[in-house]
């Protein structure tokens, strides 16, 4: 007796059929354990598809309220609250860091800007100071400690992927320009709650049971030297690979590897890394993007301008960024649209906008495949715009 077909469940508008099939198509050709993805066209949702399993033992199905880990798409959602405080002119991107934030005038921060931080230019993507796994709880400490430390480059004069700092960094502005006592309460309260789009940085206990489960390597402990080795090329100098190590382990836990699945890691707040939601509350944070609801067109139109290009001084390879945003790549495309912007997490989790299409994508999973590129992901996309020209 063969194998029973994987579940899949939601709505498929019949414009967008293809969708469905390469969904149902990465379950049984690319390994796919859980998934769900979400398309809209303005702001109406046309696919809202989800399947597969929350668990590796594939005992518990995914269904339509399973949350999951999206690491770095976390990034773009606090990306759009930031640029949405930007619209409102509680925050700006040219003034001084430190006039909202008074102890980022430490060292040589003291005349960076939020345009530079949202572009990876600030020159702070690991902590210098060794930290403990507990401090990763401590928001205060990690964001005091970033404010006072010296940057690695210059800000402004390169650019380096702020793999897990971007969070605190962006957040931290966040938190004092809404006046919000945490980074979560500010995100429920100035985008997702108003939205309805259900997106967490410190997940709530009553929700923890709604999680997905990450499958795979990134859910096994590994020690930092052997990440270090990971993410390091042998040949890189010794200051850069120092820098390259500790923005991905320092603390030892910061990329979640290893407590991904805990209670604990759910529940802090890293919003470069632990963002917890679905792919239905991440393509609608990004629909809204792009019809004006966050923020002004002409906001959207700097949004997706690069502002850093060419080889990234923290990954060794090319990377361009808009403001808080990964633009596509020829290995990373979003879709033919020139002015996509969005963020990819770990392994192919993706959300973004096009505006000039009307599309607003996510697809969130939990078996993380390849690093840099996922055929999964790709082959939804390339399904997206097939119909569109269809």
């Known amino acids: 007796m063969g194998k029973p077909a994987t579940p899949v469940d939601g709505f498929c508008d019949p414009a967008f059929e293809r969708v469905r099939e390469a969904f149902r198509n990465n379950f049984s050709a690319h390994d796919e354990i859980g998934a769900a993805v979400t398309v809209c066209v303005g702001r109406r949702e046309v696919v809202d598809l989800w399947g597969g399993w929350r668990d590796a ?34 925050l700006s991107l040219d003034a001084k860091i430190a006039e909202v934030w008074p102890a980022f005038g430490a060292g040589g921060n003291a005349a960076t800007t939020l345009r530079e931080l949202l572009s990876h230019q600030a020159g702070l993507p690991a902590l210098r100071q060794p930290m403990e796994n507990a ?51 500010a995100l429920q309260e100035s985008l997702c709650g108003p939205l309805e789009a259900e997106f967490h940085v410190g997940l709530p206990m009553f929700a923890h049971r709604l999680c997905a489960e990450i499958c795979g390597p990134a859910a096994q402990p590994i020690e930092p030297d052997a990440i270090a080795a990971f993410v390091v090329p042998p040949d890189t100098p010794p200051a850069q690979r120092a820098m390259r190590a500790l923005a991905y382990n320092n603390p030892p836990a910061l990329s979640g590897l290893g407590v991904v699945n805990s209670s604990w890691w759910r529940s ?40 850093s290009e060419g080889i ?79």
């Open 57 to 90: 033992a594939q005992r518990h199905p995914w269904t339509a309220s399973t949350i999951v880990n999206s690491y770095s798409v976390g990034k773009g959602i606090t990306a759009l609250l930031a640029l949405a405080l930007v619209g409102k002119r509680r």
């Open 135 to 185: 401090d990763l709880g401590n928001w205060g400490k990690i964001s005091d400690t970033l404010a006072h430390q010296d940057p690695w480059w210059e800000p402004g004069a390169a650019h380096g992927y702020h793999v897990n700092t971007f969070g605190f960094l962006v957040g931290e502005l966040i938190r004092r320009a809404t006046g919000a006592a945490s980074f979560r309460r």
């Open 268 to 307: 802090i707040e890293v919003p470069s890394t632990n963002g917890h939601g679905t792919a239905r509350g991440v393509a609608r944070l990004y629909a809204e993007a792009i019809t004006g609801g966050l923020f002004p067109e002409s906001l959207l139109a700097e949004a997706c301008t690069t502002h």
């Open 312 to 390: 990234d001084r923290v990954l060794g390879r090319s990377t361009r960024f808009g403001l808080g945003f990964q633009l596509p790549e020829k290995n990373r495309p979003m879709g033919p649209g020139k002015r996509t912007f969005g963020h990819f997490g770990y392994g192919g989790s993706l959300g973004f906008g096009d505006p000039d299409s009307e599309i607003s994508f996510a697809y969130l999973m939990n078996r993380p495949g390849d690093r840099w590129q996922s055929p999964r992901s790709e082959s939804l996309i390339d399904a997206v715009y097939a119909c569109l020209g269809s």
